[in-house]
Nanobody
Framework: QMQLVESGGGLVQPGGSLRLSCAAS????????VAWFRQPPGKEREFVSA????????YLADSVKGRFTISKNSAKNTVDLQMNSLKPEDTAVYYC??????????????????WGQGTQVIVSS
């Protein structure tokens, strides 16, 4: 069993930055893919980014390429999402998720079976 805790959300002005962190307890991320999904107000949850812990391959949604970066911190056993040049449309609850999806399904939330409680990100002036 793995428990995930997200942190780092908050209120930021357009153009600003935030860094989200996903920490695991009860297990290591080794052998898993760790992903970030988000659910904007009134919309369905969508894929943002993913990282394969072993190997380090990373994946980004087109909407965040060039602005968001996903990385791992092996010492802290966390996966971080650095979000720069934030836009109002990035406003959402951001969720960390863990699973073992194949590459073609890395963006499919049904492939992830551990989920955090989410952290709110609000981009507004």
């Amino acid at each position: 069993q793995m428990q995930l805790v997200e942190s780092g959300g908050g209120l930021v002005q357009p153009g600003g930055s935030l860094r989200l962190s996903c920490a695991a307890s009860g297990n290591s991320f080794s052998g898993y893919a760790v992903a970030w999904f988000r659910q904007p107000p009134g919309k369905e949850r969508e894929f943002v980014s993913a990282l394969r812990w072993s190997g380090g391959s990373t994946y980004l949604a087109d909407s965040v390429k060039g602005r968001f970066t996903i990385s791992k911190n092996s010492a802290k056993n966390t996966v971080d999402l650095q979000m720069n040049s934030l836009k109002p449309e990035d406003t959402a609850v951001y969720y960390c998720a863990v699973g073992r999806p194949i590459v073609s399904a890395i963006r499919n939330q049904q492939m992830y079976y551990y989920w955090g409680q989410g952290t709110q990100v609000i981009v507004s002036s």
